[in-house]
């Protein structure tokens, strides 16, 4: 009886990790696929949007994406081209679009997906760079900035290294990158971080900014943005 009853227990035990794990793949599927379909999606809006040469463009993943640019900083020559999880490699990808309305001004945030996929530093970096040789060989004139990752609590795959950790040394790339190649690299590291964690005031989930990191950033860019 005994022995039944331990067969039983673990024959349940078996029955429920197998349906978890089926849940998270299923999951994780769906998450994947609603990303795909936002990122096309946000890039055929891109595609066919009307020429609007000279502006101001915001390229990025989410953080961007979510960044209300026309009302925290209040300048009707801003545009929004964030996307929900983008990474390094995507943005070269979109950046025909962005020249094509030979903007004056491009801010770039990037890098914190690449992070949390196990992306390497050099790899980004070397995509970052190829952005901005492309941008500078396009559009001469052009004014680039380099804004640093924002702080993140999210975990790395495949890694124990904490997020944070990785993209200090991220952002220390980005500051040589920018003086290398002669463009505006912004600090907004240091204002969202605090116990070596993203401050709790600033983002609602450990990641995302919440309405007062929005705040807090646009004052730090709206001198650049106003230059």
């Not at 890098?111 to 760079?129: F, L």
């Not at 952002?171 to 971080?193: E, P, R």
């Not at 605090?194 to 709206?222: R, T, V």
Request: proline share 3%; charged share 25%.
């Amino acid at each position: 009886m005994e022995l039944e009853i331990k067969l039983i227990l673990g024959l349940s035990l078996i029955i429920n990790v197998l349906l978890i794990a089926t849940f998270a793949f299923k999951f994780y599927n769906n998450w994947f696929e609603i990303g795909v379909l936002k990122s096309s999606f946000r890039e055929s809006i891109f595609n066919s949007a009307p020429d609007d040469f000279g502006k101001i463009y915001f390229v990025g993943d989410s953080d961007t994406e979510a960044f209300e640019l026309n009302e925290f900083l209040q300048n009707k020559d801003v545009r929004n081209r964030g996307i929900w999880g983008d990474v390094s490699s995507n943005i070269i990808k979109r950046l025909d679009n962005i020249i094509r309305q030979r903007p004056k001004k491009i801010f770039l945030m990037i890098g914190q997906n690449d992070i949390c996929s196990g992306r390497s530093i050099d790899t980004i970096i070397a995509n970052v760079e190829q952005f901005i040789k492309i941008s500078k060989a396009s559009l001469p004139d052009v004014e680039l900035y380099i804004e640093s990752a924002l702080p993140s609590n999210e975990p790395i795959l495949h890694s124990k290294e904490k997020t944070i950790d990785r993209l200090k040394k991220l952002n220390a790339g980005y500051k040589i990158l920018a003086k290398k190649h002669d463009v505006t690299y912004i600090d907004l590291f240091h204002h969202f971080i605090e116990d070596n964690e993203i401050k709790k005031e600033y983002s609602f989930d450990g990641s995302h900014l919440n309405g007062k990191g929005y705040l807090l950033l646009a004052k730090l860019l709206k001198p650049h943005v106003e230059i």
